[in-house]
């Protein structure tokens, strides 16, 4: 890859960098109005509660639909994090905890993800999952400008975005999108590990049209939780969530 992306022997990020490039991506969840608490629910089968979060408030919304109905008088919200240090604080420590976080993406993205992988329509390993298995979408060719005026390597978090992005960059030269997907989780093993690819260069795209607002998403800690011992029917993999 060009324009200093890829390079020998790139050190490995720390925490701090990493961080700071999931700050720009916003990622929601359900919390009682009251006491700012993200709401838990309980799953057969499941020894501990489940926290979860989605890149679409929507979705978020549409998925607790029916347990707000169950809790008559429940006062809930869609309440905005940012995905660093909803990432680091609890995903990372999760083995430590008693709850189980999940981050859900869009099931269109994971759709788009397996066609990518496998064209013919089989199954294939990755994307499967429909909670903490996150497809990032990347053209090696599509550069875009950084806050601090220089090139940066793009990785999408929604298709269409790249494809609409790559469309603007080379619609004078006819160049068709090389479009490659990659797991989120995979990702930052790799920043983390020395690597040839200088992932300092690279910059998080989070879905356009999943943001409650166009302000960067706020660094609240996140407060105590509520659990709540009602069962959810939770999406899969192949559901329809915006129904």
Partial sequence: MTDGFSAANNPAMSRQEIEELLDAVPVFAVTE??????VLVSEEEKENEIA???FNPEIANSVFAPLRKQKLGASWDVTQFSLGMVWFELFQSQEQDEIEYRLVPDSKELAAARQLLDPEGEDPALFQAAYNSIPVFV?????VEGPDGEKKFPMYFSLQDLMESCQQAFSSTGYQAAVNVADFCNLLEQMQEESENDFRNVVFVPPTTMSMSESPPPRTRIGSETKDDEPISTPTATDNWDD
Avoid: A, P
């Fill in 52 to 54: 979860y979060f989605f």
């Fill in 33 to 38: 109005s009251d006491k700012g608490g993200i």
């Fill in 139 to 143: 053209d090696q060719s599509l550069r």
